[in-house]
């Protein structure tokens, strides 16, 4: 089941039947509605579970398991991913990447490379990788597009011109 695609991730339970707060990796809000069979990843643990309701709190996506219907049966799979396979995966539209994507990518600015990209994060602006830089030290770089001048998902490089000093906070 490896080559099923994290499409976002559970944060905690929520209410008493089993259902779980959920965050997804998409700029579609709609994207939770249309999960149908997933796998639940929490190491060491994975499973698959039927799909059984979707709702919103507010834009937040609420979910609901097929076996799942207690809370004492959901805590285990808190904070878990939410995989599903390939050929359910999103495609995005011209210019935008998935996070799943993006993830591993080697970053470079002139030829050398400034990290590795180990997760994307959203604060309401541009979205920001995360990398760990070769020293194993955290950067975040904002991810605009003006500043890429390649972006190879298939050969996992990033290419980009970043303002001076950025790479030194």
Request: hydrophobic share 40%; proline share 8%.
């Amino acid at each position: 089941m490896s080559t099923w695609v994290v499409v976002g991730r559970l944060f905690r339970t929520r209410g008493r039947i089993g259902e779980f707060i959920a965050e997804m990796d998409s700029p579609d809000p709609a994207r939770a509605e249309r999960l149908t069979t997933v796998l639940l990843r929490k190491s060491p643990q994975e499973k698959t579970f039927e799909v059984a309701n979707v709702w919103f709190h507010g834009d937040r996506p609420i979910l609901q398991f097929t076996g799942i219907d207690s809370i004492s049966a959901a805590e285990p799979w808190e904070h878990a991913e939410i995989l599903v396979p390939p050929e359910e995966r999103a495609q995005p539209e011209e210019g935008a990447y998935l996070h799943a994507d993006l993830i591993g990518c080697v970053v470079e600015e002139r030829g050398s490379v400034i990290g590795t990209v180990e997760g994307i994060d959203e604060y309401g602006g541009p979205p920001v990788l995360r990398l760990t830089t070769p020293e194993g030290r955290e950067l975040l770089v904002p991810f605009v597009l003006a500043m890429c001048t390649e972006i190879d998902v298939a050969a996992k490089r990033i290419r980009m011109e970043l303002p001076e000093g950025l790479t030194e906070l």
